[in-house]
C-alpha cells in the first residue's frame, strides 16, 4: 500500500502451540485496504517464536 501502519492501525492476535515457545499470528488492518496494485490487503497471518529471550516473526508475501 506503500502508506504507513501504525500499532493502532492493526489488531493483532497470537495464537500459542503446545511447546508455549512457537505459534501464529494473524493481523487484520484496520486502515483503508486499497492497494497500489493488487487485491486489498486486509490481513496478514504469520508465525512467531522464543527462544533464548529473542522474538523471531515471519510473514510470507
Same mark, same amino acid.
Given at each position: 500500500t506503500h502508506r504507513w501502519l501504525g500499532f493502532e492501525d492493526a489488531h493483532i492476535t497470537f495464537d500459542v502451540?503446545?511447546?508455549?515457545? $512457537?505459534?501464529?499470528?494473524? !493481523?487484520?488492518?484496520?486502515?483503508?485496504? $486499497? $492497494?497500489? !496494485?493488487g487485491p486489498p490487503l486486509?490481513?496478514? $497471518?504469520?508465525?512467531? !517464536?522464543v527462544q533464548n529471550g529473542i522474538a523471531l516473526t515471519g510473514i510470507v508475501l
Open positions: 502451540d503446545g511447546t508455549g515457545q $512457537a505459534g501464529t499470528f494473524t !493481523s487484520k488492518i484496520l486502515i483503508d485496504p $486499497a $492497494a497500489e !496494485s486486509t490481513g496478514l $497471518a504469520g508465525r512467531w !517464536s
